[in-house]
């Protein structure tokens, strides 16, 4: 098969969008199943292969699979769309081409739909737009494209119209072929074109006016035939929308309700039409000064037969020399001078290989590492450098997965996406064929905002506990373990209380422990409030050479982020600290943002001028600058007034409007600032923004007070001062557990 007519997609939504349903309708529509499953109906749909999946009827983890549309392959895969679970939709859309953002009729943007948003545009992935659920009461696909505009920023193009909406809705008009498309026989399966229906042509034709207005914003060919009143072709047309959507300019909108079997097969033809092979995704990879990348790009620049990956720019990539542990995320950032030049990969399946693990599975069999391939070939027992620790290591297995089930082959080339056995792998490593070859930027891993202290009360079952803890760390990068130094307590963090409770579950359930977990604890952060000038001088003589380092300078407040707590400015001149020292400075002041003062959490938005300092030609060292930034930080941090922060989510609850007065007041209660409440038919939706610390056990208190008849999801805006007097609480409760050693209090509850 030609790689033209390969595409890699995800589907991503807010949850309860109808996301997982459609999955379930690609896959029948393409006959990769002889009979649909529903979400709901406690069968579990394919895709959702997990029982705590199908039992809470939510997709917790990835899955992927293919298909065949068209004489074309599609590697599907769908994403979880609950908040907890967004680090599976990162390192998704981190190897993907293209994506379906699937909207809910009559919700429209959600919370969620703005953090997928964010992922796409992060790693600029083309994508289509499936506004589902068109059958149901309050449906508008008109403002729900107006609310992509605005709320979004991305230019919705309506390739559809529906015919009839809610209880009344029959089908779609194609607005490209101005034809009626209606979804006949049990399943759906059965498309019947018919001309537009008489009451509806007018807004037919008014509606692909409007559409070959906004394509020609980015066709000459297409605005001078406008310009003139001629006719346009429909094949000008699907140029025009498969171009405009791989540049990012626009993303198509398609209609239906897949779980009325409606508007699939269409989107399945979108897809194939509009959205990018590999060929036509362009893909860097950063390369080390003296690599085996870089001599082959210097010998392309001879006149010779063209070699593969010529030299092009990207914006960031790993150092390929970094050493995390097993499990963690690769950082993106290059280290300085480590790679400094970029190679543009090819999707071809003679050059060397190139390919990114982004998913780990541990089970019963090994660790299953799926694997995005962009260059080369992969072979069954073939040995590949792994260009993080520079270790060969053999595929012992190569897998395409169809959700649990795996079938093995023997090869996977450039484009092709399988899960392999037999290496150790963390995710966002980069494997070639070449040792330092090249390294691939890194995926985004977000920072867990709570943490809960877990333990087992029978002994025996220790060794399993840490077992399922280290599994679980090496396949979720946003699940992390840690020791609590002042009370030997373990402790869990994540993204949200389901988040940890899935995990809870899991040991309860595949390691047969009975676990027991400590009360929710919040991420909080410590930030400065004003600048503080510094003049410090490490001196020490032990009686042999001695140590000292003398540094001046400024701590500044900036708007710092966990993913930039830190800031630093060398202003030193004239040799007064020598270069060489200049890093042990910052990497003295780095390792003190771990914990801060206040109460030991860590510390954001630091910025450090370096503006004089002083050394001696014998006792002055690397370890003794690093020596003296740290004492300084420790020494004039509280100088700089810090405070605590608190992380604040961003709240969407749907609900009956009979409901909203008690549970706006609720959230007032609970320290909450409504933002908006729209009412869509008989349901309204409240936006808000809530401290984390005042919403564990929210859903609990959320059924009692809307009878069960209310949703909500949640998700990390920002962090914000915490208010004086709880302040105050929480550093007297933090530092009398710490003298006390107390812990958690435990509860076997999960």
Not at 29 to 38: F, K, N, P, Q, T
Not at 79 to 105: I, Q
Not at 500 to 506: A, C, K, Q
Not at 557 to 584: A, H, K, L, M
Request: hydrophobic share 35%; net charge negative; with cysteine.
């Amino acid at each position: 098969m030609s790689l033209q007519n390969l595409r890699n997609i995800g589907i991503s939504a807010h949850i309860d969008s109808g996301k997982t349903t459609l999955s379930e309708r690609i896959l029948f529509y393409a006959g990769r199943l002889h009979r649909m499953e529903e979400v709901h109906d406690g069968g579990g749909a394919t895709m959702d292969h997990m029982d705590l999946e199908q039992e809470r009827g939510i997709t917790i983890t990835s899955a992927a699979t293919r298909v065949d549309w068209c004489d074309h392959q599609v590697n599907l895969i769908d994403t979880p769309g609950h908040v907890d679970f967004t680090v599976e939709v990162e390192r998704s859309l981190r190897v993907l081409d293209g994506a379906v953002l699937v909207l809910c009729g009559v919700g429209g943007v959600q919370s969620q739909s703005l953090t997928v948003d964010r992922q796409i545009k992060r790693y600029k992935v083309p994508r289509l737009i499936f506004i589902n659920k068109l059958d149901r009461t309050g449906a508008d696909p008109i403002r729900v494209c107006e609310e992509v505009r605005t709320r979004l920023g991305v230019e919705a193009v309506l390739m559809q119209l529906p015919i009839g909406l809610g209880a009344d809705y029959e089908g779609i008009i194609d607005l490209v072929a101005m034809q009626a498309v209606y979804f006949d026989g049990d399943n759906g399966e059965e498309l019947r074109r018919e001309e537009i229906p008489e009451s509806m042509r007018a807004d037919a034709e008014s509606a692909r006016d409007q559409l070959l207005e906004r394509l020609a914003m980015f066709d000459d060919e297409l605005m001078e035939l406008c310009l003139g009143e001629d006719p346009v072709s429909e094949a000008l047309i699907h140029k025009v929308v498969r171009r405009s959507t791989i540049d990012l300019d626009i993303a198509p909108v398609f209609l239906g309700s897949a779980y009325r079997n409606k508007g699939v097969q269409p989107l399945l033809d979108a897809v194939v039409g509009y959205l990018p092979s590999p060929v036509d995704s362009e893909t860097t990879a950063f390369i080390t000064a003296g690599s085996s990348a870089a001599r082959d790009d210097a010998e392309a620049e001879e006149p010779q037969d063209e070699a593969s990956g010529d030299l092009a720019d990207a914006d960031s990539g790993d150092a390929v020399d970094a050493e995390p542990e097993a499990g963690d995320a690769v950082d993106a950032e290059p280290a300085a001078g480590d790679a400094e030049e970029t190679i543009r990969l090819s999707a071809d399946p003679s050059a060397p290989l190139v390919a990114m693990t982004f998913k780990i599975v541990d089970d019963s069999f090994g660790q299953l590492t799926f694997t995005r391939i962009y260059q080369g070939t992969l072979e069954r027992g073939g040995t590949y450098y792994n260009q993080r620790t520079r270790r060969k290591e053999r595929f012992s297995r190569i897998y395409r997965m169809h959700a649990e089930k795996r079938e093995e082959v023997d090869r996977a080339e450039a484009g092709d996406i399988v899960a392999v056995m037999g290496i150790d792998a963390a995710s966002g490593d980069t494997y070639a064929s070449l040792r330092d070859y090249c390294t691939l930027e890194g995926m985004f891993v977000p920072e867990p905002v709570i943490g809960v202290a877990v333990r087992t009360s029978d002994r025996n079952d220790e060794d399993r506990l840490t077992q399922a803890l280290q599994r679980f760390r090496r396949e979720d990068p946003t699940f992390r373990v840690a020791t609590d130094p002042e009370t030997n307590e373990v402790v869990i963090a994540g993204m949200g209380e389901l988040h940890l409770e899935v995990y809870l579950e899991r040991i309860r359930r595949e390691y047969k422990v009975r676990v027991e977990s400590g009360a929710p604890q919040v991420a909080y952060r410590e930030a400065p409030t004003q600048p503080a000038d510094f003049n410090h001088r490490h001196k020490k003589q032990t009686g042999g050479a001695g140590q000292f380092a003398h540094i001046v300078g400024r701590l500044e407040v900036f708007n710092g982020t966990d993913d930039e707590p830190f800031e630093f400015e060398d202003n030193v001149v004239g040799g007064r600290i020598p270069r060489q020292y200049i890093p042990s400075v910052e990497k003295g002041f780095r390792g003190c943002l771990e914990k801060g003062p206040v109460a030991r959490y860590p510390v954001i938005g630091v910025r450090v001028e370096l503006n004089d300092g002083s050394y001696h030609e014998v006792d002055s060292s690397d370890k003794a600058f690093q020596t003296a930034a740290a004492a300084c930080f420790r020494e004039n941090f509280r100088r700089m007034k810090p405070v605590l922060l608190e992380p604040i989510m961003n709240i969407e609850i749907e609900c009956p409007g009979d409901y909203q007065g008690s549970i706006t007041g609720d959230l007032n209660s609970r320290r909450g600032m409504v933002l908006s409440s729209d009412m869509s038919g008989e349901i309204v939706t409240i936006r808000a923004q809530v401290p984390l610390s005042e919403t564990f056990g929210y859903a609990t208190d959320l059924r009692s007070l809307s009878q069960g008849q209310a949703t909500f999801t949640m998700e990390l805006d920002c962090y914000r001062r915490v208010p004086a007097k709880l302040q105050e609480e929480i550093v007297s409760e933090r530092r009398d557990a710490k003298q006390s050693g107390a812990g958690a209090h435990y509860s076997t509850s999960v």
